[in-house]
């Protein structure tokens, strides 16, 4: 497809491209002359971005393409450091894989304290200008650093640094400016002075299971996709309905021709792995999907007219406060997802007929559990709750669907995840490998941050609180009551 007529407007009337560099006098020009173009050809502000992107060369677009594709980080470059090391924060950011030290690191710290390092990051990609690294970076909880490069990476790649110019050279290229610096405010590493630059880190697409303990040994729980129809298990979704309750069937709504191919591909997959089969039940709601975080969408059906005339179930669903409390003690943490868990219970055979569900596509009804039925929440805590009973209070926290391990050491962390495996491999429950976290000092759980050194509130979670706009209607306010009790 050739480029936009406005595109080539643009490229006609820019004098000049942009390559980077350390000179932010040359950067303002560039920008300023962009802007002058912009305002000439009444470019539409959607288009800004893009038109100026095509623009960057050299240094500047490596800068932009990396960090578009990944996290930008703060890296200190210290030949005082013999090692490399990462912040516990960007690796859970990130999610990378953690493996263990053959032997114990002891870390100097600038207040001359010694931290003991047992935890490693292996082969994790760094993208400095055009050349991609993959490093081996020890964890450490550092506060204002994201990465620390030091001797044994320098060294490796005959890496000069030079602080005068603020470059960085490879013994084989020309030097590489630095796009951005700023000043370490009061820190400083080894009593060595160094610099800051941005540059970029992604965490690995796929997850391998062979780098984390224990976790590699139970590759049937974390396949990529649920395999298929859910065995039998000792509960089955039901529905029971209000007395004189009859069926309720509602139009499809309308969907645009995007949601439209998304809802086709999703009623294809749920046919063949047999969670949905054709329906010919006098019931029927409306269907929508909903985006989740990682930007796919979730096939959700509208079931709020059945869940009015739906006995509740009254299974209690746990205080957030009582799960935290038997955290006390604990210094090692694993979370485990369930992948799609609720797709993971049958719905009672005499049942199936009231989640049905009609589009433009056909009319369908469920065979496993759905998303949106007002009794599903309890149902699974209550299955659960079943299947981790003996280990409840003692070293696992159930929430639904998520699962926290909890251990006071090392050791003791290996028997216990071993045991919640096991458990999920003879039930043929499947769990999401790139949502879960393993072998942690510190984790974000049901909207806390838990660590050796006690539980506290998520502050993400409170700076949602600072902006939420006032309640106006009841469900609103309601709301608002709801997620201020987990805080």
């Known amino acids: 497809m050739g480029e936009s007529q406005g595109l080539v407007k643009f490229r006609r009337n820019t004098s000049f491209q942009f390559d980077g560099g350390y000179n932010p006098e040359k950067a303002e020009l560039w920008i300023k002359e962009i802007e002058n173009i912009f305002r000439a050809m009444n470019c539409p502000d959607n288009q800004k971005v893009n038109y100026a992107v095509f623009m960057l060369v050299g240094e500047a677009k490596y800068w ?32 990378l894989l953690i493996s263990s030290l053959e032997t114990n690191l002891i870390v100097s710290t600038p207040t001359n304290e010694s931290i003991i390092a047992n935890k490693v990051c292996l082969g994790c ?8 690294f993959l490093i081996n970076l020890i964890c450490l909880p550092l506060s204002q650093l994201d990465v620390i490069l030091g001797m044994d990476w320098l060294s490796s790649n005959h890496v000069f640094l030079n602080c ?3 470059s960085v050279r490879f013994s084989d290229s020309k030097d590489l400016s630095i796009l951005l ?24 697409e796929e997850v391998d299971l062979k780098n984390i303990a224990v976790v590699q040994n139970f590759p049937e729980v974390f396949p990529k ?101 038997q955290l006390r003690g604990a210094t090692v943490f694993s979370k485990i997802d369930l992948r799609s868990g609720y797709h993971q219970i049958k719905v009672k055979a005499e049942d199936i007929q009231k989640t049905a569900f009609r589009t433009r596509y056909g009319h369908y009804e469920y065979q496993v559990m759905p998303f949106g039925v007002t009794n599903a929440p309890a149902v699974f805590m209550d299955y659960m709750n079943m299947i981790f009973r003996p280990y409840l209070d003692h070293f696992v926290v159930v929430f639904i669907d998520d699962i926290l391990i909890y251990s006071r050491t090392h050791e003791e962390h290996e028997e216990h995840l071993q045991t919640v495996l096991q458990i999920l491999k003879n039930k043929q429950l499947y769990a999401k490998l790139s949502k879960c976290e393993f072998w942690l000092e510190e984790v974000k759980f049901l909207g806390h941050v838990i660590s050796k050194d006690g539980v506290s509130v998520d502050p993400s979670k409170v700076e949602a609180v600072l902006l939420w706009e006032p309640p106006k209607t009841v469900t609103e306010i309601r709301s608002f009551f709801g997620f201020g009790r987990i805080l």
């Not at 996290?71 to 950011?93: E, M, P, R, W």
């Not at 590493?189 to 970029?200: P, T």
């Not at 999703?266 to 054709?278: A, T, V, W």
């Open 181 to 204: 610096s700023k000043p370490i405010s009061k820190f400083s590493w080894g009593k060595v002075q160094g610099y800051l630059i941005l540059s970029s880190m992604k965490a690995k």
């Open 225 to 325: 996709d649920i395999l298929g129809f859910p065995p039998d298990r000792e509960i089955k979704f039901f529905i029971n309905l209000m007395p004189r309750t009859g069926p309720i069937s509602m139009a499809p709504y309308r969907m645009s021709p995007s949601e439209l191919a998304e809802l086709k591909k999703q009623l294809e997959e749920f046919l063949e792995k047999k969670f949905i089969r054709p329906s010919v039940s006098p019931w029927g709601a409306p269907v929508l999907l909903v985006k989740k975080k990682d930007g796919s969408f979730r096939l959700c059906i509208d079931y709020r007219q059945l869940n009015k005339f739906t006995i509740k179930n009254k299974y209690p669903l746990p205080r957030i406060d009582d799960l935290m409390d």
């Open 125 to 132: 990609p760094i993208f400095i200008g055009d050349r991609k």
């Open 64 to 95: 932009c393409d990396s960090t578009r594709e990944g996290k930008t980080l703060n890296v200190l470059y210290d030949s005082g450091a013999t090692h490399s090391f990462i912040s516990n924060d960007c690796v859970q950011h990130l999610q």
């Open 164 to 166: 005068a110019e603020k």
